[in-house]
């Protein structure tokens, strides 16, 4: 059917077929996970009883804001944590993440990055990258940092090391930017049972981002004290316009909360406008969305293993973030792979990505998105650092349908396959 609507080489639809009869029985374990999440969700609205008049914001203070306090409860419930912040007011997973590491870490205490250097825009947040904008390390906070296993695992041995004396043991489950699988839940909990083995007061956090809804459980209930990320990817459905989420133990979501507003002032404050209604919609829907993501991870590296390049993790590998790199080999291939995925967009079809400048990354970035949220990476999109091998990270798909239209334009573009096109 899709040959109807785009012209693609007969190469091509040989591997999209052959790709799509591959992960069938993947694509069922992916439903499956979905419809246990989608009825915790609803189990979490019904049980938490939302009614009509939650949808409705406030402005000015936004003091006795129901709809907030209402949807704050449900995401706590939906991740079994004990409270949860989940605003429209963290700008972007960095600001969120931020928001929780100065909440709660205090001068002279030590963090320890139990899964080796942290996403790349938290240099700048704990001073790893020498600006000094009032970072974690200018206040006094002490950075450690556990690289991971060669084979990717966490280093159970030195975590626990490490942890001793620490405040903070800080898990990325992502891979990011990072040539390392994502964390599964169980190493999650094998990370928080090492670290409290050696330090038993030591606050295990999370960096969730991409991970939410991916398996049956969130890391609250493997062993983490709390964990953060953002709304403009997996947990917002592709609906919330913006924000992000908090949640895990009371005491220390309430220090997060007077670190977003003002100490002293708490998550009492916070006017919602007329965002809650897309926030509920948004979250109802994320575990179904973030399945159509998953999907499209796990075809497109079917697809482009099928057609000869490296892609990780292989279609076959079992998900806890909705990543999939491919290494494109030449920077000529990354333009070509984001330019095709950029062509399949929605919105801004037309438009041509390039390399560019970005804050808080250090080389520069190609970012492909045609989307409904500017910068949402729970829609399709492509992007990666320039730097070899010269990988694409490829994200999102709100549905499966058009985004495996958006990774078969990319993968048309490629230089190789446009060779071998031209070559007969
Ligand atoms: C996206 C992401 C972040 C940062 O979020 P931004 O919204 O880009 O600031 C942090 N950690 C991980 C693992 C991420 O995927």
Do not use: W
């Amino acid at each position: 059917m899709i040959e109807q609507f785009f012209n693609f080489s007969q190469k091509l639809l040989d591997a999209d077929k052959k790709a799509l009869a591959l992960c069938k029985e993947r694509f069922a374990q992916l439903d499956e996970i979905k419809e246990y999440n989608q009825l915790k969700m609803l189990k979490a609205f019904t049980d938490c009883r939302v009614g009509g008049n939650h949808l409705v914001g406030t402005t000015g203070y936004g003091m006795d804001d129901a709809g907030r306090a209402k949807l704050e409860e449900v995401f706590a419930v939906l991740t079994g944590s004990e409270a949860a912040l989940f605003r429209h007011n963290f700008m972007s997973g960095t600001h969120t993440l931020a928001v929780a590491l100065f909440g709660v870490l205090r001068p002279g205490d030590r963090m320890v990055a139990a899964t080796g250097r942290p996403y790349d825009t938290l240099a700048g947040v704990i001073g790893l990258d020498g600006t000094k904008c009032g970072n974690l390390m200018e206040f006094g906070v002490q950075y450690d940092e556990v690289p991971l296993l060669p084979t990717g695992a966490p280093d159970l041995d030195a975590i626990a090391a490490r942890c001793r004396g620490a405040k903070m043991c800080y898990i990325q489950r992502s891979r990011g930017y990072a040539a390392r699988p994502a964390l599964s839940l169980d190493e999650i909990e094998a990370i928080s049972k090492a670290a409290k083995a050696a330090q038993p007061d030591i606050i295990v956090m999370v960096d969730n981002c991409y991970g939410e809804f991916t398996q049956k459980q969130e890391p609250t209930q493997r062993g983490a004290d709390l964990m953060a990320g953002s709304l403009i990817k997996n947990p917002g459905g592709g609906i919330a316009p913006t924000g992000g989420y908090i949640a895990g133990r009371a005491d220390l979501v309430e220090l997060c909360a007077h670190r977003l507003t003002a100490p002293g002032v708490g998550g009492e404050i916070g006017c919602t406008l007329d965002l809650l209604r897309g926030m509920y919609l948004g979250l109802y829907y994320a575990p179904g969305v973030t399945c159509e993501a998953l999907k499209t991870s796990v075809y497109a590296a079917c697809l482009f293993e099928l057609l000869g390049y490296g892609a990780t993790p292989a279609y076959t590998a079992d998900r806890n973030d909705i990543i999939t790199s491919i290494e494109t080999g030449s920077p000529a291939g990354m333009v070509a792979l984001c330019g095709g995925v950029q062509a399949a967009s929605p919105v801004d079809s037309f438009a041509a990505p390039e390399p560019g400048d970005m804050p808080g990354y250090e080389d520069p970035v190609i970012m492909a998105a045609g989307a409904f949220t500017m910068g949402s990476s729970i829609e399709l999109s492509a992007d990666g650092p320039l730097r070899a091998p010269y990988t694409v990270y490829m994200q999102g798909g709100l549905n499966f349908a058009s985004a495996r239209a958006g990774v078969l334009l990319g993968a048309e573009k490629m230089p190789g396959l446009r060779q071998e096109a031209a070559n007969g």
